[in-house]
């Protein structure tokens, strides 16, 4: 392992943000790009909006996506893991108050006894008066013996803001120089005895011995003041890396409440967390050559912080589906016929009936044509129900135009399927083919209304190969249903 130590710090108070998982995909392979450790540190400070339920969801999220943590907190039955812990804030308080009891000591923060009636007051003062709200600094400067008088009056502890500027090179941001002159001495602990996030997230970063944060730019603003309690507090100053933000396809921030927001959505649409995780990458990194599609361990291989852009990433979801069929086709049949059985038997399909070699084979003819995973369902259910019904547009295309001729195509059809017996792909091409080619009409003559009547539908897998998995006897039941259904259309027409 290398020194080097990365985090992420998801506040667990709803789902798993996309431009979360981006953030921890980056921080993970910078991580094990470097053999250095990635820690997963969950921020539930907030006590109202965060809930243990959210914590196992942001859990789950990783796992789903393939991102492991080696340090972190305890997850359903894995219990915590790392030297540096806890990895909740809410279990860190007494840390948090024992470093501002420090920086009070060493005369870095103060106690400030000014009521809240006395700072809404002076905000409402700044704000008439079109100046920016900004702490007096009333309770700065204290006697010993002042402060003795308001002893058990409730108190915030304030970070004392040391006069100059302080200059951050941003890993992707570049220099940012900042005048302390843009602060007022912030609250550190509030008067309730809790750590107000700045503090504790650098006692955490500063402890648990962080070498790089990487974190959305919305912090960009924060790393001042962070970086002033981390030279205060004496630890080591890490680098900064702030990743712009995911957008969505409209160019606006990627809001909370559109579906994909939520990481796990795209896991109950069928995408494949690898092509996710590929695609989340190609959002705020470049490879340097046209690659586009990586698995995970291409990705480590690659990866190199240098490469990641400043500009935000704009969602496109027809790449990101064209990913996931790359990805879909990349897996063996075998590995997917393993991803798409859930699914089928969520959908009621009783798949367990069917041997495996012939659930794979199944599956087989569907990679190269399905885009997402739950496609399966359309383009396999017949194998496991007969059609109810046939498509509207179809059946007006290949049967009710002309009846008559369907009806005798439906016979041609039955016949030659009767008498294939080589009853596999290259055995019913060759039947099909030749009786097209004796008739002088296209092979599609045959084709279009052969699988109208097996699946019901116009698209799907490779007909022989549908109608070889089939079998003979149902290929033949549904034929004889389809030719049922086309003389019922003739009667009526008449
Ligand atoms: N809890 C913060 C967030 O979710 C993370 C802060 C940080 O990474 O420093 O945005």
């Known amino acids: 392992m290398s020194g080097i130590r990365v985090r992420i710090a998801p506040s667990p108070t709803g789902f798993f943000h996309i431009g979360n998982a981006k953030t921890a995909l980056i921080n993970w392979l910078f991580a094990r790009s470097k ?64 470093e501002a009891n420090r920086l009070l000591k060493e005369g870095k923060a103060y106690k400030c006894f000014c009521s809240k009636e006395e700072l809404d ?27 003795r008088a308001k002893e058990g009056l409730p108190y915030s502890i304030r970070f004392k803001v040391p006069p100059g ?22 609250i550190i602990v509030k008067p309730n005895g809790d750590a107000v996030f700045h503090l504790a997230v ?20 924060n790393a001042t003041r962070h970086v002033m309690l981390f030279r205060a507090l004496g630890y080591e100053l890490p680098q900064f890396a702030h990743l712009p ?17 939520n990481v796990l959505d795209w896991r109950e649409d069928g995408f494949l967390p690898e092509a996710l995780v590929n695609y989340l990458v190609l959002l705020g990194w470049t490879p340097g050559d046209d690659r586009e599609v990586f698995s995970r361990e291409e990705l480590i291989e690659a990866f190199t912080i240098e490469r990641l852009g400043k500009s ?40 367990d009936a069917f041997p495996k070699e012939w659930l794979i084979q199944m599956t087989a003819i569907c990679q190269d044509r399905i885009p997402t995973l739950n496609d399966i369902i359309g383009y396999t259910d017949f194998f496991f129900v007969e059609p109810q019904s046939y498509e ?70 490779g007909l022989f190969e549908l109608a070889a998995l089939l079998g003979k006897e149902k290929c033949l039941q549904r034929i004889e249903r389809a030719l049922a259904f086309v003389r019922t259309i003739e009667e009526t027409k008449i």
């Open 202 to 221: 650098v006692v955490d970063d500063g402890l648990m011995k962080i070498t790089h944060v990487i974190r959305g730019d919305d912090h960009l603003t």
């Open 245 to 261: 933000m995911v957008l969505d396809e409209k160019g606006q921030k990627y809001s909370k409440r559109l579906h994909g927001a």
């Open 165 to 186: 500027v302080t200059e951050i090179d941003d890993l992707i941001q570049g220099k940012v120089v900042t005048d302390h002159t843009e602060f007022d001495d912030f």
């Open 312 to 351: 935000p990433g704009k969602f496109d979801y027809k790449r990101l589906l064209w990913l996931n069929g790359q990805h879909i086709r990349k897996l063996t049949a075998a590995e997917l016929c393993e991803r798409v059985l859930p699914i089928l038997r969520k959908a009621g399909f009783d798949v």
């Open 35 to 98: 053999g250095g450790t990635f820690i997963l540190r969950l921020e539930d400070t907030d006590t109202e909006r965060s809930k243990p339920e959210y914590a196992d969801i942001v859990c789950e999220a990783l796992k789903w996506l393939g991102i492991d943590w080696d340090e972190g907190p305890s997850f359903r039955d894995e219990p915590e893991r790392g030297a540096y812990g806890p990895y909740r804030q809410s279990e860190r308080k007494h840390l948090y108050l024992q």
């Open 121 to 147: 007051a002076e905000r409402e003062r700044a704000r008439i008066e079109k100046r920016p709200p900004r702490y007096s600094g009333k309770c700065r400067n204290l006697t010993e013996k002042e402060i």
């Open 392 to 461: 509207e547009k179809a059946v007006n295309k290949h049967w009710r135009k002309e009846p008559q001729n369907a009806v005798q195509t439906l016979e041609k059809i039955r016949n030659m399927i009767e008498e294939t017996s080589d009853f596999s792909h290259d055995g019913l091409k060759a039947t099909f083919e030749q009786k097209a080619a004796a008739e002088g009409v296209p092979v599609a003559h045959f084709i279009h209304p052969t699988r109208l009547a097996l699946t019901g539908k116009s698209v799907g897998p």
